[in-house]
């Protein structure tokens, strides 16, 4: 969806390497997802952010930080990469927590091998 | 925690055919949506709702909350190729995890044509 960018698109990295992912947008939208996608599993949080500074892990954040020095951007560092954090990961963005009643947006993913 | 089970997993129509998937939480949800993914997407936001009960329709899609509102389902009547994707439920069960959205495993439609 046009406002909310990700990169990059696709990452091959080594195992114990770091890895920086990047979620950028233009709407101005206070809340900011990380999610990653793996089959059986659907999207699970790993962590998110409701505000410039403002952060919470999810339910798979082990191995996993994040940073949020802007409004407009969302990173998600892998710090030492393994072989189980080969995903797809998502970032999303929400106006608002209390009644988000237009859902998420979603940006186009990155797909992550770690090897 | 908080956990959302969808099933099928997988199912396999004829194009004309109509297909339901199902939602169902370990909790009370404050609201639940739905979102669609094609086949090297991403999620796409369908619905929400919210009222205990509540029915709303989109075209050939039928969505519903349970009464109790720890159970949801989409239904597409008359399958058509352009339906083909992974459909995801997803909850939100408020209180201080209000805002944070619990995806199911996901329904993923193949439709023959």
């Known amino acids: 969806d046009a406002g909310i960018t990700q990169s990059p698109r696709h990452k091959v990295t080594e195992t114990g390497t770091p890895v920086t992912l990047r979620c950028h947008q233009t709407e101005n939208h206070r809340y900011m997802y990380w999610y990653r996608q793996d089959p059986g599993h659907g999207l699970r949080l790993i962590h998110y952010s409701y505000g410039v500074k403002d952060t919470d892990k999810g339910e798979v954040s082990d191995g996993y930080s994040v940073s949020r020095s802007k409004t407009e951007d969302f990173l998600l560092t892998l710090e030492s990469a393994t072989s189980s954090q080969t995903s797809v990961y998502f970032c999303a963005i929400s106006e608002s927590m209390v009644a988000p009643s237009y859902g998420y947006t979603f940006g186009s993913g990155t797909r992550l091998t770690v090897v | 925690g908080q956990q959302v089970m969808q099933i099928p997993q997988y199912q396999h129509v004829q194009e004309g055919e109509d297909f339901t998937t199902y939602c169902n939480s370990s909790?009370?949800?404050?609201?639940i949506q739905w979102y669609k993914q094609r086949p090297g997407g991403h999620p796409v936001f369908l619905i929400q709702l919210v009222k205990s009960g509540e029915v709303k329709k989109q075209k050939r899609l039928t969505f519903q909350f349970g009464e109790a509102k720890k159970n949801s389902s989409l239904h597409i009547t008359a399958t058509q190729t352009t339906d083909v994707g992974t459909y995801f439920c997803?909850?939100?069960?408020?209180?201080?995890?209000?805002?944070?959205?619990?995806f199911g495993q996901g329904t993923i439609l193949t439709v023959h044509p």
């Open positions: 997803a909850g939100n069960a408020g209180g201080t995890s209000y805002g944070k959205l619990t």
């Open positions: 909790t009370t949800l404050s609201n």
